[in-house]
Nanobody, 127 residues
Framework: QVLLVESGGGLVQAGGSLRLSCGAS????????MGWFRQAPGKEREFVAA????????YYADSVKGRFTISRDNAKNTVYLQMNSLEPEDTAVYYC????????????????????WGQGTQVTVSS
């Protein structure tokens, strides 16, 4: 069992930045591909970003490409999502996810590809 805990959410003005962190207890994240998803009010949870085991390859939703950066520090057992140039449309609850083994390129944008989820952290971007 992997317990994921997100932190770093909050209220920020449009154009601002936030860095989300995802830590784990119970297991090290070295053996897990990781992802970030988000869910806005009244909408389905959607893919934001994912990173491979090694951290050498990253993938992004078109809506955040060039503004968000996913990274991992396996020594600290933590995954990050650096969010720059935030827009009101980025307002959502952000969820960290983990999948045992390597990132499935064909299905990494699907919720079912991940085994574990955090409880989420709220990000609110004001205009």
């Amino acid at each position: 069992q992997v317990l994921l805990v997100e932190s770093g959410g909050g209220l920020v003005q449009a154009g601002g930045s936030l860095r989300l962190s995802c830590g784990a207890s119970g297991r090290t994240l070295n053996s897990y591909a990781m992802g970030w998803f988000r869910q806005a009010p009244g909408k389905e949870r959607e893919f934001v970003a994912a990173i491979t085991l090694s951290g050498l390859s990253t993938y992004y939703a078109d809506s955040v490409k060039g503004r968000f950066t996913i990274s991992r520090d396996n020594a600290k057992n933590t995954v990050y999502l650096q969010m720059n140039s935030l827009e009101p449309e980025d307002t959502a609850v952000y969820y960290c996810s983990a999948r045992w083994g390597e990132l499935p390129i064909a299905t990494m944008k699907k919720l079912a590809a991940y085994d574990y989820w955090g409880q989420g952290t709220q990000v609110t971007v004001s205009s």
